[in-house]
């Protein structure tokens, strides 16, 4: 018999008075910026705003715990964190605003404009910090969850290793309760313990703290209430992952109808208002990139020319929007004759599925290996943007032989448009297998949003630094 570990989650209390130390911090910072430089090194009504800046902290912690800031549910979650601290800001400036008008309280507006956006610019810096060291201590092993999976095993299987190899989330599955009368004495390296009825005995075998049901029929939601009952007494957490692959919190609302929690699931925005800032977006950011990167333009033209006098650009038919053909903009990475030598080196090809990719590839010249280390090779790509084939945040432009043997939910991507930059690019590149790669472009068909495409800008920088998956 296992003996049963202990719970994983001390590490919750200490990460939570960190963040709070560092909110009281950056209160104080933006308190004292601001009565500086609303004031002056000696300016008038100092003390009274000396004062103000001391009591800003306080007002910002509890302003955040008030929006959920310090919620153990949301803690390495950075979209849901940081949404947190911008409406803890908003919050605590309409406070301000009523407060001072139900009392007269004359507060200089230009402190309170330096103040709160300055609090709240320190704060999301500060907790990105926090969150990357976590994320650090996560891929070390520590600072995680111990989950017991419930469901069918492929299902598990498929949870186990996209936690393992994502281990930033803090989710490390320890156990397995199979459904569907699978008995096998483990799975993808992780025990079981018997089928769905196992559940208690698994989370006290092996001190697990969190349970995630996997969607399948055998849990339902008779089976799902008792598991909750059964659970309730030890504080197990308990995830139910419904039935719906890659649809985001956005698109999806509970709506209780006749006592029954139905979930609302919006069609994804492939049209409309949100759809055309995109595309102003786009094409504003490209326009500023192309003038932005003109010396580094010619810098990189001249060292391809002078290599081996080719041509500069590389222009390839590649698939976009609805099917539609397109000449997609690069700079020349490889040999003048990288197309026919591509045949004799298929034997040698390491790409996943219809992606032809090689680490070592010979075709590629010592510019073009530069090139690609740092991806400055799709720069070209901004000219497609400003043109309109393709987009700044996209799935990842195919070639018209890729297209040929999609498969047809495959053909999914091909609803938006394709683009530079994507969630299959900051998430591996070319380390990633075929499938990861086509589900993380249809995550993003089905989930877009220009807060999205935002982050995906963010990551890609740091991507492109780290070069991994880079070949």
Not at 177 to 205: D, F, H, K, N, W
Request: overall charge positive; charged content about 20%.
């Amino acid at each position: 018999m296992v003996t049963a570990r202990p719970r994983s989650t001390s590490w919750v209390g200490g990460y939570r008075r960190r963040t709070v130390i560092a909110d009281a911090l950056c209160g104080l910072a933006a308190g004292m910026l601001a009565l500086w430089g609303r004031f002056g090194p000696s300016g008038e009504h100092q003390v009274v705003y000396l004062l103000l800046a001391c009591v800003l902290p306080v007002l910002w912690c509890a302003t955040l715990a008030l929006a959920g800031g310090y919620d153990s549910r949301f803690i390495g979650l950075g979209p849901d964190e940081f949404r947190r601290v911008l409406n803890a800001a908003v919050s605590l400036t309409a406070g301000l605003a009523i407060v001072s008008y139900a009392t007269k309280l004359d507060i200089a507006r230009g402190y309170v404009a330096i103040a709160l956006p300055t609090v709240a610019a320190l704060d999301l810096l500060a907790r990105f910090w926090l969150r990357k060291r976590l994320h650090a201590v996560r891929r070390a092993g520590g600072c995680a969850q111990r989950v017991v999976a419930v469901g069918h095993a492929p299902a598990v299987a498929d949870l186990v290793a996209l936690l393992r190899r994502d281990s930033y989330h803090g989710l490390e599955v320890v156990g397995a309760c199979l459904a569907g009368g699978t008995m096998l004495g483990e799975i993808a390296g992780v025990p079981v313990q018997g089928g769905p009825g196992s559940v208690a005995t698994a989370v006290e075998r092996f001190g697990a703290d969190t349970v995630a049901v996997l969607a399948s029929p055998e849990m339902n939601a008779i089976r799902l209430r008792e598991l909750a009952w059964q659970l309730e007494a030890t504080g197990t957490d308990v995830y139910v992952a419904p039935a719906l692959l890659d649809v985001a919190g956005p698109r999806t609302t509970i709506r209780p109808v006749a006592g029954l929690p139905l979930l609302h699931v919006d069609h994804p925005e492939l049209t409309g208002p949100k759809r055309a800032v995109k595309s102003v977006f786009d094409k504003v950011v490209a326009g500023l990139g192309l003038l932005g990167t003109a010396p580094l333009f010619l810098f990189v033209a001249a060292r391809i020319k002078l290599h081996d006098h080719g041509p500069v650009f590389f222009r390839q038919v590649r698939v976009g929007k609805d099917g539609r053909r397109f000449q997609v903009f690069k700079f020349r990475t490889m040999v003048v004759d990288a197309e026919q030598q591509k045949l004799q080196l298929s034997a040698s090809n390491e790409g996943a599925g219809a992606l032809f990719k090689m680490r070592a590839d010979p075709r590629v010249t010592k510019p073009g290996a530069w090139l690609r280390r740092w991806s400055l090779d799709e720069l070209p790509q901004l000219l497609n943007v400003l043109i309109g084939d393709m987009s700044l945040v996209g799935p990842r432009p195919a070639l018209p032989d890729e297209v040929a043997r999609y498969h047809d939910h495959m053909r999914r991507r091909l609803v938006v448009k394709p683009g530079i930059t994507g969630l299959w690019q900051v998430s591996g590149r070319s380390d990633l297998s075929w499938a990861d790669a086509v589900r993380l472009d249809l995550r993003y068909v089905e989930n877009w949003s220009l807060a999205l495409d935002l982050q995906v800008l963010w990551k890609t920088g740091y991507a492109v630094v780290r070069g991994s998956g880079a070949y």
